[in-house]
């Protein structure tokens, strides 16, 4: 089937505005986790879902960031008053189980650019 | 917290020569390792897992060590393509069941 998918795949907004990012993990896919990568960086983990409860957002680097998931299906990632350091490309990954030895399939990103 | 260091400096080697890679990590000493591909304005893409009991692992061109008395895993690319070119990423279990932790990464490219 589809892998997984991410939209927008760029997104340029101002200082101070909103954004939602979503992200379809591969169908049948229970794990699904968010990363932040800079440019030139690792992957930064962001939060973890197993189903629709996040276990683990320790990632998340502020109350201005929010993400949700519905059953085992799509997530969005939300941003409130976005600053310029959260310019950045949004990674999104799904994987069977959600153990560490799963393989994680990773969508094409959106890539965030605030002005 | 885990430390992951991969080559800081990008690779750029002749087409038909082996690529290194390196992968050092410090503190907690992980039950394994992935190996991951990231081409440019993508998401990685898994190569190989290997397990602390393992010595080396094979896939085809690729090959994976994992040294955990030195704490370090190399990555190997033998008979390299130019289609080889991209970012390797190293990502290390964390202790528990869900979470990896991924190093920076090192940009290979592969010259015709």
């Known amino acids: 089937g589809a892998g997984v998918s991410q939209s927008p795949s760029n997104k340029v907004t101002e200082k101070g505005k909103d954004v939602e990012l979503r992200c379809d993990p591969i169908?049948?896919?229970?794990?699904l986790y968010w990363y932040r990568q800079r440019l030139g960086q690792g992957l930064e983990f962001l939060i973890y879902?197993?189903?629709?409860?996040?276990?683990?957002k320790s990632g998340l680097p502020s109350d201005r960031f929010s993400a949700e998931r519905t059953g085992e299906s799509v997530s969005t990632l939300t941003i409130q008053r976005t600053q310029q350091e959260d310019s950045a490309v949004y990674l999104c990954?799904?994987?069977?189980?959600?153990?560490?030895?799963?393989?994680?399939?990773f969508g094409p990103g959106t890539r965030l650019t605030v002005l | 917290s885990q430390k992951i260091e991969q080559n800081s400096e990008a690779l750029n080697i002749q087409e038909g020569k082996t690529a290194t890679l390196t992968c050092n990590y410090t503190?907690?000493?992980?039950?394994?390792l992935q190996w991951y591909r990231q081409d440019p304005g993508r998401g990685p893409v898994f190569l190989l897992l290997?397990?602390?009991?393992?010595k080396e692992k094979r896939k085809e061109r690729l090959k994976v060590t994992f040294d955990t008395t030195l704490k370090q895993s190399l990555f190997h690319i033998t008979a390299s393509q130019p289609a080889d070119s991209a970012t390797y990423l190293c990502?290390?279990?964390?202790?528990?069941?869900?979470?990896?932790?991924f190093g920076a990464g090192t940009t290979v490219t592969v010259r015709a």
């Open positions: 990502a290390l279990d964390m202790g528990n069941d869900y979470k990896l932790s």
């Open positions: 503190n907690y000493s992980p039950a394994y």
């Open positions: 169908s049948g896919h229970t794990a």
């Open positions: 990954a799904s994987s069977q189980q959600g153990i560490s030895t799963d393989t994680q399939y």
């Open positions: 290997i397990r602390e009991n393992e």
């Open positions: 879902f197993q189903g629709n409860s996040a276990p683990d």
